[in-house]
């Protein structure tokens, strides 16, 4: 077994989940802006639609471009861009003229959102060593979380300080007091522009260096992660047949017939995990709990209780998910998600006839999280890193991540019809029917990555057309 500077790899994978941070805060703290953004603006329903949605238009032009810009440009000067674009919106938010400005300044934060989704798990998982890869990225995954958590309590603080604050004259007071959305908004400034400071810190992904020609380069980087020299040298060796003749990222590679299965599993889970009900709870749950009697309760309250949850839940599977592997989290998870979502359905249908307390409804969302974060939210971003060659990485996890924006984008358009349409109970039925196919994909065609080289699973997909 290779020896390993644990303590360098740690800070390389924290720096890097960084933009999952700035990704959550980006998408959460949305939720605290829209009602004084639409009084100051006058917002109709379709214009308050588009506030909220806009920046998710952002997310997918960014992911769509990512994936060629890592591989053209390096993981590394990608990642600097998502920097830049996170701290131009938050700038611009806080300090934006008119509505349209703030729509604008939104999507450019969508765009870093997107970059960052694809370029920082794959940094991660190409500097990571086998024996704690699915750790190392699952960092990107608690990051998005504590990025939820960070922007609800940023929203609750600013809103305090507001309360309380003298109303005066100046920028200052008109950010931080009479307009707190700037404020909410604007707080991003200070995380994304640490991001952008320490990014410089890192180096280039070993693994794209050596696509790129840049094999010396390489060896500098991986004798700073092993301990020997020869392991060093042997991790080059490694990539280098695994890259083969090829110096260059190659799009054909894509529809070879092993690597285009990868492709479409791949492009399969990410949608699908979307329409098993997870978006619909973070986006509409205030909504949900006050349908089902619980209006009197505090619904911020929820909202973070909701956030808690899902980070106390990442980190349980940071911890684990090398030790009980993939494919078992996601065996045991979507299980536990299936029996959740029946559950909340019985309960809307059941739960007023046979008078059971609303709080019961909210301890069984609670546990719906738990087994969503622990299994299909901690996974997803570690499968899609380590599924694809090293020669298309960045443009395989592009054409994933689209995959999965637009999901997102339809689950968030859709389900305020379903819930109409077809009624609660319906639309979380809806959500556990689409658990199986879920299943089945990962029963059928995922390998078990866990403990796994990147060319080792590589060597796997590429040989499954034989």
């Known amino acids: 077994m290779k020896n390993f500077n644990l303590g360098y790899v740690i800070f390389l994978s924290l720096v890097a989940a960084g933009g999952g941070f700035l990704f959550g805060y980006d998408t959460a703290v949305i939720s605290g802006t829209i009602s004084q953004v639409s009084e100051i603006y006058g917002l109709d329903a379709v214009s308050q639609g588009w506030y909220v949605g806009c920046a998710l238009l952002g997310s997918i032009l960014g992911v769509a471009a990512s994936g060629k810009m890592s591989d053209t440009w390096g993981r590394k000067p990608t990642?600097?861009?998502?920097?830049?674009?996170?701290?131009?919106?938050?700038?611009?938010?806080?300090?934006?003229?008119?509505?349209?400005?703030?729509?604008?300044?939104?999507?450019?934060?969508?765009?870093?959102?997107?970059?960052?989704?694809?370029?920082?798990?794959?940094?991660?998982?190409e500097i990571a060593v086998t024996k704690i890869r699915g750790t190392l990225v699952s960092t990107y995954?608690?990051?998005?979380?504590?990025?939820?958590?960070?922007?609800?309590?940023?929203?609750?603080?600013?809103?305090?300080?507001?309360?309380?604050?003298?109303?005066?004259?100046?920028?200052?007071?008109?950010i931080m007091v009479t307009q707190v959305y700037r404020g909410m908004l604007g707080l991003e400034t200070i995380p994304a522009l640490l991001f952008f400071a320490v990014i410089f810190m890192l180096p280039e992904s070993p693994r794209w260096l050596i696509v790129n020609g840049k094999a010396d380069k390489a060896v500098t980087t991986f004798n700073?992660?092993?301990?020997?020299?020869?392991?060093?040298?042997?991790?080059?060796?490694?990539?280098?047949?695994?890259?083969?003749?090829?110096?260059?990222?190659?799009?054909?590679l894509l529809f070879s017939p092993g690597i285009f299965t990868a492709l479409v599993c791949g492009t399969l889970i990410a949608i699908l995990g979307q329409f098993m009900g997870v978006n619909a709870v973070l986006y509409y749950g205030?909504?949900?709990?006050?349908?089902?009697?619980?209006?009197?309760?505090?619904?911020?309250?929820?909202?973070?209780?909701?956030?808690m949850v899902n980070m106390l839940t990442t980190v349980l599977a940071l911890f684990i998910i090398d030790k009980v592997g993939r494919k078992?989290?996601?065996?045991?998870?979507?299980?536990?998600?299936?029996?959740?979502?029946?559950?909340?359905?019985f309960y809307f249908t059941m739960g007023a006839k046979l008078g059971i307390p609303s709080v019961v409804m909210l301890?069984?969302?609670?546990?719906?999280?738990f087994f969503t974060a622990v299994s299909i939210c901690a996974v997803v971003w570690v499968l899609l890193s380590?599924?694809?060659?090293?020669?298309?990485?960045?443009?395989?996890?592009?054409?994933?991540?689209?995959?999965?924006?637009?999901?997102?984008?339809?689950?968030?358009?859709?389900?305020?019809?379903?819930?109409?349409?077809?009624t609660a109970s319906g639309t979380f039925l809806l959500f556990a029917v689409?658990?199986?196919?879920?299943?089945?994909?990962?029963?059928?065609?995922?390998?078990?990555?866990?403990?796994?080289s990147l060319e080792e699973i590589e060597h796997y997909w590429t040989n499954r057309k034989k």
Do not use: H
């Open 224 to 252: 700073k992660i092993y301990v020997e020299q020869s392991d060093s040298e042997q991790q080059v060796e490694e990539v280098k047949q695994s890259v083969g003749n090829e110096v260059k990222s190659d799009v054909k």
């Open 386 to 422: 380590e599924m694809y060659p090293t020669r298309v990485r960045g443009l395989a996890m592009s054409i994933a991540g689209f995959a999965l924006w637009i999901g997102t984008y339809l689950v968030g358009q859709l389900t305020p019809w379903l819930l109409e349409t077809i």
């Open 141 to 174: 995954q608690l990051a998005i979380t504590i990025g939820f958590v960070a922007a609800y309590l940023a929203n609750y603080m600013v809103l305090n300080y507001s309360l309380t604050a003298p109303v005066g004259e100046g920028l200052w007071n008109e």
């Open 79 to 125: 990642m600097i861009l998502s920097a830049i674009l996170f701290s131009a919106s938050a700038i611009g938010c806080a300090l934006c003229s008119d509505f349209t400005s703030l729509v604008a300044y939104r999507i450019i934060g969508g765009v870093g959102i997107g970059v960052a989704s694809i370029v920082c798990p794959m940094y991660i998982s």
């Open 328 to 345: 078992k989290l996601i065996y045991y998870g979507v299980s536990g998600m299936i029996v959740s979502l029946i559950l909340i359905a």
């Open 286 to 307: 205030p909504k949900i709990f006050e349908d089902a009697g619980l209006s009197s309760g505090d619904s911020l309250f929820y909202q973070v209780l909701v956030g």
């Open 363 to 369: 301890v069984l969302f609670l546990l719906y999280v």
């Open 434 to 452: 689409m658990c199986l196919p879920y299943l089945f994909i990962m029963w059928r065609y995922i390998p078990e990555t866990a403990g796994k």
